[in-house]
């Protein structure tokens, strides 16, 4: 479990990124942070793994602060696909998905197991992509190496930042169902962060709306479709409301 107290993040130049936000993640559940741009999303998931560092309040990763964590040991439990999918460009298909097995010192023949079996799982046959740079894949493609190189190490947990946003329509919702597909086959505790309101009632099992750096409302999407907890939360709902329910009636 993940759990967000009171967490405020100011930048050095006094941008207020996070400001009040509390938040608790389920063992299991795959919670979706939805907001707009600028609203924070990025700051929040990088507050988690420390890749920056909070101003106030508090984080906890199985019940200990974060702070009295080793960065590394926080890291390994922890998977992280980057906004716009940050591939090294001159590594393989291959060793991409193998950084991290090799930074923890894993032998060669375990790391290059490791990446072939991911492969397999993000449908990426190694005989034929193992070898491949990343220029010579399409978008999604590349998607499915950044959260193969996530799940590399195991991690308990797998922070997403907008994982998808850059992909048509098509590619984006056969990735989305594959995530299902992974996280059912995994059992991995899931934040996803998008601004895709279609994709947070796809993949969310939770959604926590996201507004100024701080959580608007947070429960399931029924539970925010049928009681909007504030106005900033009803209207964003209010034009999805009306096309689901052309698709699959008033309830
Ligand atoms: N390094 C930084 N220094 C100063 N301000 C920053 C820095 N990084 C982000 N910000 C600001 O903090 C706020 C939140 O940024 P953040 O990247 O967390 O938003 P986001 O919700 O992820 O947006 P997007 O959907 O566009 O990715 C924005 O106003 C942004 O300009
Ligand atoms: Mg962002």
């Known amino acids: 479990m993940i759990s967000l107290k009171h967490v405020f993040k100011t930048y050095a130049d006094g941008t207020p990124a996070v400001s009040g936000l509390s938040l608790d993640i389920k063992a299991g559940e795959t919670l979706v942070l939805l907001g707009s741009s600028g609203c924070g999303k990025?700051?929040?998931?990088?507050?988690?793994?420390?890749?920056?560092?909070?101003?106030?309040?508090?984080?906890?990763?199985?019940?200990?602060?974060?702070?009295?964590?080793?960065?590394?040991?926080?890291?390994?439990?922890?998977?992280?696909?980057?906004?716009?999918?940050?591939l090294f460009p001159h590594l393989s298909v291959e060793r991409n998905i193998a950084v991290v097995p090799r930074l923890l010192g894993w032998r060669k023949s375990k790391c290059q197991k490791r990446a072939r079996e991911l492969m397999d799982l993000v449908k990426l046959p190694p005989s034929e992509y193992a070898c491949q740079y990343p220029d010579q894949l399409s978008g999604g493609q590349q998607q499915r190496v950044g959260v193969a190189r996530?799940?590399?190490?195991d991690p308990?947990?797998?922070?997403?930042?907008?994982?998808f946003g850059a992909l048509d329509a098509l590619t984006r919702n056969q990735l989305q169902q594959e995530l299902l597909r992974i996280k059912s086959e995994l059992k991995k505790t899931i934040i996803f962060v998008t601004h895709d309101i279609f994709e947070a009632l796809t993949?969310?099992?939770?959604?926590?709306?996201?507004?100024?750096?701080?959580?608007?409302?947070?429960?399931?999407?029924e539970e925010i479709l049928a009681a909007p907890a504030t106005e900033f939360v009803r209207d964003l709902f209010a034009k999805p409301a009306t096309q689901l329910k052309l698709f699959y009636g008033d309830n």
Do not use: W
Request: with cysteine; proline share 1%.
């Open 150 to 153: 996530a799940l590399a190490a």
């Open 156 to 163: 308990a947990y797998l922070l997403m930042d907008e994982p």
């Open 203 to 221: 993949l969310g099992d939770r959604i926590a709306v996201m507004h100024e750096g701080r959580i608007e409302q947070c429960g399931s999407k």
């Open 42 to 86: 990025t700051t929040t998931l990088k507050l988690i793994n420390r890749l920056i560092e909070l101003t106030n309040g508090s984080i906890e990763v199985d019940g200990r602060n974060i702070m009295d964590q080793e960065i590394t040991e926080l890291r390994r439990s922890i998977g992280y696909v980057f906004q716009g999918i940050g």
